[in-house]
């Protein structure tokens, strides 16, 4: 069990990986100074999400969905770890 739950753990992170980057080459196809905004200030991508809605919500939304899979995957991996534990 504890296998399944890295293995999707990790599709999950590279996923949101590949969304990110995706918003990010929106921001810097924008303007240099959001692209490096976006990259070097936190939460700055945030707000070219929210002002860029139209642009970026379907790579933003599928971030998000990525969340759940990554929480599904971590609690795999703990209960896979809690039963291969000696009592």
Avoid at 3 to 19: H, K, Q, R, S, W
Avoid at 35 to 55: A, D, E, M, T
Avoid at 75 to 86: D, E, H, K, N, T
Wanted: aromatic share 12%; charged share 5%.
């Amino acid at each position: 069990m504890a296998l399944l739950g890295t293995i999707l753990v990790g599709l999950a992170a590279l996923a949101m990986l590949v969304f990110a980057v995706q918003i990010l080459i929106m921001a810097f196809k924008t303007s240099i100074g959001w692209g490096l905004g976006s990259l070097l200030i936190p939460f700055v991508i945030l707000v070219y999400v929210f002002k860029n809605w139209q642009q970026t919500k379907k790579p933003f939304l599928y971030l998000l969905a990525c969340i759940p899979v990554q929480i599904v995957g971590y609690a795999l991996i703990f209960m896979g770890a809690a039963s291969a534990s000696p009592q």
